[in-house]
């Protein structure tokens, strides 16, 4: 397979072509949109800044953007993989290519554009989660997150908590909701998304919302 690899000078090229070298792939470095649509499949490499994808214009945007919509694998590494949210903290007069919903976050353990939202009522979401996406120990807990308008409704606790550097401990009516992310002493990471939550943040939120808290 010829593996296509977008070249708008912020890339590393020479070390994902030899990667791909090596794994029996055929890498071309692509100078131009009208090379895309000959690739069977595309890689999007990238280093530093965000605002280094103001080189990804608007003939850019189309050609990757009919290939992702015709089914071809696409590949984001690094900045690339940024660029194909709708745009970064880092550059904010800057979009990405808006494939992906949300923002790329920088700092420690940021939460709300990059997290994985599941519902904390069903009995095995953490033993699911670590085993089949985060391929980790079973036991290891997850944030139960709320809006910032809502923590003082389920949890006690008195400070911002946006990157998980404290807990709060759960109100007892709400501990059989968030048995699953329970603590030891019914302690739990307390983390409120950002000031804007994302749609999808939203939507999740809403359909959670929307179970009755018993149901497991």
Known sequence: MTVGLIDYRAGNLASVAKAF???????RVLSSPAEVANAGALVIPGVGHFAATAALADDWRLA???????????LGICLGMQWLYEGSDEATHLTGLGWFEG???????????????ASPLGRYVNENLNHFVKHREKFRPFAASVTAERAGEFFEFHESSRFLASVGR?????????????????????????????????RR????SAIPADRS
């Not at 990757?64 to 696409?74: L, P």
């Not at 709400?174 to 994302?198: C, G, I, V, W, Y």
């Not at 939120?205 to 959670?208: D, S």
């Open 103 to 117: 923002r790329a976050e920088f700092g420690p353990r940021a939460l709300g554009a990059r997290s994985i939202l």
């Open 205 to 208: 939120g809403a359909r959670v």
């Open 21 to 27: 070298r090596y794994l029996g792939a055929e890498p």
């Open 170 to 202: 759960v109100k007892p009516a709400h501990r059989k909701t968030f048995e699953s992310n329970l603590l030891p002493d019914r302690l739990a990471d307390a983390a409120e998304p950002a000031a804007e939550p994302t749609r999808r943040y939203k």
């Open 64 to 74: 990757i953007r009919a290939r992702i919509e015709g089914g071809t694998a696409v």
